[in-house]
Each structure stands twice: as C-alpha cells, then as structure tokens.
C-alpha cells in the first residue's frame, strides 16, 4: 500500500508568485515556515523553523494569489513531489514541494483578516496539475470586521 499526504499548518513567508503556463493554467508557488517547540534534557527551551515550498494549480492557485499575503496563517493538504533538473552551472538540482490539493486560510499577520476555507470539490476528478478548487461556506469568526456576503465572492 502506497500513501503520500502532508498537512502543514504554518505562516506564508512572502506574497505568492502566480504565472500562467503556455496552456493557460495558473500555478502559485510559495512558501510557508512551521516552528517546532521543545524543552530539551537540560529543560532548555529549543526552537527550529522550516521552510516548506508549496505549489497550487488552477482556481486554487487564483485564490492563493488573490488572498494569501505575507505572515498570514495557512493550512495546506497535498501530496508530496520531488523534482529534478540541471541548472544553467551544469548541476543537477531537487526541489520537494507540497502539491497543494486543499487549502484553509487563518487570519491575517495583522489580525484584521478573514478567514475561510477552500478544498477540492470531491466529485472532480482532474487531471495531474489540473486541480481545481471552489470556496466552502464562509464561517462566522470573531475575527470578522464586517459580514462577508455570499455575492461579494469573486468566484
């Protein structure tokens, strides 16, 4: 039995770059950071961040780049994908990036921001890269500012 699944809850670390590829499909990659806490032997308190690349395809990745913004919270749900390539210096380079399948967003670095939840609709079925995503129905939060209304989503 084969699985690959990764879920990473993090903050966004800069705005995501959105491209559109010859065939018109959007691709967002960007990159969010997760710290990991510990006490070591000693009592110490330790620390470490990483750094995971994620890239989104289609809708989603007009989404992402619509409404995620540096420092914001995010949850990511994708499959886990190693690419390689030669580099213009003659050496061969591996990047492992979460293909994003479903995404939540948290509120804003700022603490002004909305917060909702996109995923895959479960009857699509796509094609590799071909993912599209549509937006769940919004939720109440204290963290709203102002009511967000069903027709004043863009998609």
């Keep these: 039995m084969n699985f690959n699944k990764a879920i990473v809850i993090g903050r966004v670390t800069k705005d995501p770059e959105i491209r559109t590829t010859p065939s018109g499909q959007s691709v967002a990659t960007l990159s969010i950071a997760t710290n990991r806490v510990w006490n070591n032997n000693s009592g110490e308190r330790q620390e470490k961040t990483e750094f995971h690349n994620i890239v989104a395809w289609g809708k989603l990745a007009e989404i992402c780049g619509q409404y995620l913004t540096k420092g914001q ?53 796509a094609a590799p890269h071909e993912s599209h995503s549509a937006p769940a129905p919004a939720k109440e939060s204290e ?3 102002e009511e967000i209304r069903i027709e004043d989503i863009p998609f």
């Design 143 to 145: 963290n709203f500012e």
């Design 73 to 125: 919270e995010v949850l990511f749900e994708g499959r886990m994908e190693t690419r390689t390539w030669e580099g213009q210096d003659g050496q061969k380079r591996s990047r492992t990036e979460i293909i994003a399948e479903n995404m939540q967003m948290g509120a804003k670095s700022k603490g002004t921001g909305n917060s909702g939840s996109y995923e895959k609709p479960a009857s699509t079925s």
